[in-house]
């Protein structure tokens, strides 16, 4: 069973910076892509940034130039490091993976979500 665990959310005063990580544990061939949403209060969910099998990043304009998405495919892990924090990048931020369970069967994962807050 393939699982998305989260980590490293917390309370973040305005300026400051937070790095969040999302693991991939289970039984499966390969990891493909892996993205980051969040989800604000009263909001819906939405895509902020993603790293491709090959390493290439994308981002939303309103996190560029200040939230960077790496991963470690060793631990088969991703990373979201925020800097310059703003009130509004108060949310849950989600990981979600796109996984090969067996040979060229290919699933959409969810991780639990971890709560980021910037506040003073």
């Known amino acids: 069973q393939v699982q998305l665990v989260e980590s490293g959310g917390g309370l973040v005063q305005p300026g400051g910076s937070l790095t969040v990580s999302c693991r991939v544990t289970?039984?499966?061939?390969?990891?493909?892509?892996m993205d980051w949403h969040r989800q604000a209060p009263g909001k819906q969910r939405e895509w902020i940034a993603g790293i491709s099998t090959g390493g290439g990043a994308n981002y939303q304009d309103s996190v560029k130039d200040r939230f960077t998405v790496s991963k470690d495919n060793g631990k088969n892990t991703v990373y979201l490091q925020m800097n310059n924090l703003k009130s509004e990048d108060t949310a849950v931020y989600y990981c979600?993976?796109?996984?090969?369970?067996?040979?060229?069967?290919?699933?959409?994962?969810w991780g639990q979500g971890t709560q980021v807050t910037v506040s003073s």
């Open positions: 289970g039984m499966f061939i390969r990891i493909h892509d």
């Open positions: 979600n993976a796109v996984v090969e369970v067996v040979e060229r069967a290919i699933k959409s994962y």
